[in-house]
């Protein structure tokens, strides 16, 4: 669609802007005010100019929740990328089913986060959980608040219990826009199941399979809550993501400066990844 | 190539139908010859798209049978066919190079390389698209890329027969004249067997041999675009070819003479009808004439279409039409008569032939 | 063929439902056979803890406030985004490009680098602990992901529609209510699925920006499990009763969820 100029649409988006900079340019003014003092209380505060941010980017401490928090989104993003694009391909593309399948699968999206933990913590238990006594009579023995591989694999079945549906949810929206006369070509031209799925399928799902990374990507980097109220970062550290690692230096250890200094740098390491994701896939886009 | 039989073919989109008003197709029973151009025209819904995906196997007929060359294809599936299709809107690979994109069915069929190499020049230099072979098709126009989902269509020599899904709609009208001269010149270089549905007559009666002419899930003629012109065999045919489309005026019909109201008409013969049937006269517009003899009308509009002018007209205080020529005046109290030649007798809504006249009246 | 076709699907739906089954399960068993060992089902089946939540004004004054708050962030992000994702879609204008991005990056702000500030935001202009509090924060997140799912489906509404609609003499305002809205509807409630999703799940924020008065059932239900022992059969029934808004909610969107994930454009 081609757009006209008009600098008055502006007046449309002013409420829009004012409201989400007031949500995010005070805190984030404040935050960076934070990364750059030094505080002992009463209000008193030195300026340390780039102090914390030495002291977060060289702490071994800081490296080994990034590189956790980056094993685990790259896990979680191997895994329900494929399975959520091979589950809607598996689904029927119409019928009465449809409809109660997609209902049931966008039902662990609704469930709030800390739930969503509680309700894993429930199951996995080594004496009373479905998944943990049944893991344990089968002979494997498990345990996730002693084993950091079993608290590992805890958490990231459990964001594949949860998120999955999201992939799979955008992938048949993707593949419903497909028009029938794709398949019925295909057929007439003898392609294989596999041309189809490579040659119309796929490039038909880029778009949202672009949104189902990005938003995979951002949302299992922030990831807090669920694991959070099921390990509570442990065994020991194994499962402190950056998010938990955050939220104990700034408010169970009360370092303010650490805690400002790590945010900012969580936050710039966010924006970077997300944005290559972005233009190298809508590069490969234009191609 | 193939003859391709369809044998009392029904088909039904529910899974139970119960009465005639279930089926999308009726009852087709019709024959298309080996390398015949073919088109299937008429209105939108009428089952002539179910039609085509029967033949090529996208569909499973509810009743009947397809014979290609006397064997029955009608379990198999589209590949085992060898059928090509061409649909109404442009399907192409987006993410393939255009030459890719015409070799792709070849490929799929293990065509040798050095063949699919000659046979997609062909028609890369056919449909125009060489100095682009290399392109990726997402870019191209929707025009370029219907021209590809046809290159797809003709790229396999050995095909039964070929199928068009209204392919031109999306095509501009000068382009949409090219192609089909090309589609035409191809036939008769190659003598596929191409079946063509359209709703749109011109596309029909230039690009067919023989035109088969449906509504509502049935075939209601099958013949040359002149048969169909002269003597349309339904009332539904007189409507839909022909612009504007024939005169039918219900009219009471003792031996030879037909009675509009208070006005009659000589018809060319006598014909047996079945008492109680419902009569009309069909006139196409081209056979009325208008002068100071015949049945009185009233002037009701003229539309100038350049070399010809319409008459839209009232007789009995019912509409018909007359085509007369650019310079013709029209007097003041004008008066109609039919041409003999051009007058055609319907008994519920199906024509009956008229006499010993009607011989005559034949080309 | 067809029976495997229906076996992925199956295979999936029963491992999300497996967890939910649990934790039903748990919701009705005493806490005496939850503490005594493993079962499968409850065998001294009592709805003594659902009783507990829907009795006592601490637990069900969580369910109001976490659903207040997310009725007002779903109408204040929306009725927000509309207009702005309208300037979008239509027009350009100086810096838009720029300021689409600006908002998507607020999508990316992980909650715990906000949480402090919020804190101190919201209590120095005194609604900390009140359900405005939450809906303004989590505008944060929900305004720009309302603007791009709007612009999505408004960018599919042809713009002659607006031009035919100026020409017969319709305000922008009235054009806008009688005429654009009825348009993108699915569009609207598709958009207001997704804000009503990502505030109703998200607790961090919520917690910290409440304590007594507007906390939410989430940060009620974290109280539990850490202040009165491992009252589990309380905590399952807490969460069973959490899972119902959603599933509502879902419901009634079940025919556009195919669509509306689609984002309006694909």
Redesign the interface.
């Known amino acids: ?1 081609t ?8 007046f ?2 002013l ?3 004012l ?2 900079a ?3 340019i ?3 003014m ?2 960076v005010n934070y990364s750059v003092q030094e505080t002992f209380g009463n209000n008193l505060f030195f300026l340390e100019g780039t102090k914390w941010y030495q002291d977060v980017l060289t702490s071994s401490r800081f490296h080994a929740s990034l590189l956790r928090q980056f094993t685990f989104t790259f896990i979680i993003l191997a895994i329900e990328i494929p399975l959520g694009v ?2 809607a391909l ?3 593309r119409s019928g009465p089913w ?2 109660v ?15 969503v933990g ?3 913590n ?2 996995a238990l080594p ?4 998944l943990g ?1 049944g893991l344990n009579k089968l002979g494997i023995p498990y345990n996730f608040t002693r084993q950091p591989f079993a608290a590992w694999f805890t958490v990231v079945l459990m964001d594949v ?1 949860h998120w ?2 999201l992939v ?3 992938a ?3 593949l ?2 497909i ?1 029938e ?2 398949y ?2 295909a ?6 199941r596999w ?1 189809v799925f490579r ?2 399928q796929l ?2 799902m880029n ?2 399979l672009t ?1 189902a990374v990005l938003l995979r990507f ?1 949302d299992s ?2 990831i ?2 669920e694991p959070f ?1 099921l390990t509570g970062g442990g065994p020991g550290n194994a499962t402190t993501f ?2 938990i690692d ?2 104990k230096a ?2 169970g250890e009360f370092n ?1 400066g650490i ?1 400002a200094a790590m ?2 740098i ?2 710039l390491i ?2 970077l990844v ?1 944005w290559i994701f972005y233009t190298l896939m809508m590069r490969g886009d234009e ?1 | 190539m193939a003859r391709i039989n369809l044998d009392d073919i029904r088909h039904a989109y529910m899974a139970s139908p119960r009465g005639d008003g279930d089926f999308a197709l009726k009852r087709v029973h019709h024959t298309f010859d080996d390398g015949g151009a073919y088109a299937l025209l008429g209105p939108s819904g009428c089952g002539k798209t179910t039609l085509l995906n029967i033949m090529s196997g996208l569909l499973k007929p509810t009743e009947g049978k397809i014979l290609f060359d006397g064997r029955d294809v009608t379990g198999l599936s589209t590949e085992e066919r060898n059928i090509a299709q061409v649909f109404q809107f442009p399907v192409v690979y987006d993410t393939m190079s255009v030459r890719d994109n015409l070799a792709f069915p070849l490929r799929n069929r293990g065509v040798a390389p050095d063949e699919i190499e000659r046979r997609v020049a062909e028609i890369l230099e056919m449909i125009g698209l060489a100095d682009r072979a290399g392109q990726k098709a997402r870019g191209l126009t929707a025009d370029d890329k219907q021209k590809i989902a046809l290159g797809r269509g003709l790229v396999r020599s050995d095909v039964s027969a070929i199928l068009f899904d209204e392919p031109l709609t999306v095509i501009d009208p000068h382009m949409k004249w090219v192609l089909r001269s090309q589609l035409k010149e191809l036939h008769r270089r190659f003598a596929f067997t191409m079946v063509y549905v359209t709703h749109d007559q011109t596309e029909a009666l230039t690009f067919a041999d023989q035109v088969v002419v449906m509504n509502d899930g049935e075939i209601v003629q099958i013949g040359t675009p002149e048969e169909l012109f002269e003597r349309p065999n339904h009332t539904f045919v007189g409507y839909f070819i022909g612009s504007p489309g024939m005169n039918v005026i219900p009219v009471d019909v003792e031996g030879t003479t037909a009675r509009i109201g208070a006005h009659r008409v000589a018809l060319p013969g006598g014909a047996a009808i079945d008492a109680g049937a419902r009569t009309e006269l069909g006139v196409r517009p081209e056979h009325v004439r208008i002068g100071n003899q015949g049945i009185p009308v009233q002037i009701d509009r003229v539309e100038d279409t350049g070399r010809r002018k319409i008459v839209h007209a009232l007789l009995d205080g019912r509409q018909i039409a007359a085509i007369v020529p650019e310079d013709a005046g029209v007097p003041a109290e004008p008066r109609v008569t039919f041409d003999a030649a051009g007058i055609n007798l319907y008994a519920n809504s199906w024509r009956v032939a008229l006499g010993p006249a009607e011989e005559g009246a034949r080309p | 063929m067809r029976l495997t076709k229906w076996l992925v699907p199956t295979l999936y739906i029963v491992f999300l439902l497996l967890p939910i089954y649990w934790l039903v399960n748990m919701s009705f068993k005493t806490t005496n056979e939850i503490l005594g060992g493993f079962s499968p089902w409850p065998k001294n089946f009592t709805t003594d803890s659902y009783v507990e939540i829907l009795t006592n004004p601490v637990w069900y004054n969580g369910y109001i406030s976490s659903i207040s708050y997310v009725l007002i962030n779903t109408v204040i992000s929306v009725s927000f985004a509309l207009p702005a994702a309208y300037a979008f879609s239509r027009y350009r204008f100086l810096g838009d490009k720029h300021l689409f991005f600006w908002l998507l990056t607020n999508r990316m702000a992980p909650p715990a680098v906000f949480a402090l500030p919020f804190y101190q935001l919201y209590s120095a202009i005194g609604l900390f602990d009140t359900p405005w509090a939450v809906a303004l924060a989590h505008c944060l997140f929900n305004i720009p992901l309302a603007v791009w799912i709007l612009e999505g489906f408004m960018s599919g509404v042809p713009k002659e529609i607006d031009e035919t609609a100026y020409i017969d003499g319709y305000s922008f305002p009235r054009f806008f209510v009688k005429i654009f809205m009825p348009l993108i509807a699915s569009g609207i409630g598709v958009t207001a699925f997704f804000c009503f999703m990502f505030s109703w799940v998200e607790l961090l924020l919520a917690k910290t920006l409440t304590s007594v008065a507007a906390k939410p059932i989430a940060a009620v239900m974290t109280r539990t499990a850490s202040t009165s022992g491992y009252e589990l059969g309380l905590l399952a029934a807490a969460g069973v009763l959490t899972i119902i808004p959603g599933a509502i909610v879902i419901w009634f969107v079940r025919n556009y969820i195919a669509k509306g994930f689609a984002l309006g454009r694909v």
């Open positions: 669609m757009k006209t100029w008009n600098n008055r649409a502006w449309l988006v409420p829009v802007l409201l989400v007031f949500n995010a005070i805190p984030l404040t935050v091979a589950i598996t689904m029927p449809v409809s399948c997609l209902v049931l699968m966008a039902l662990p999206l609704l469930i709030p986060w800390n739930v509680a309700m894993w429930i199951m004496d009373i959980g479905l006594y219990w999955t549906s799979v949810l955008l048949y929206a993707g419903r826009s028009p006369a794709y019925q070509a057929k007439i031209d003898g392609a294989s041309s040659y119309i490039p038909k778009r949202v949104i951002m980097f922030m807090y809550t109220v950056l998010s955050l939220v700034a408010l303010l805690a945010s900012i969580y936050f966010t924006l997300s191609q």
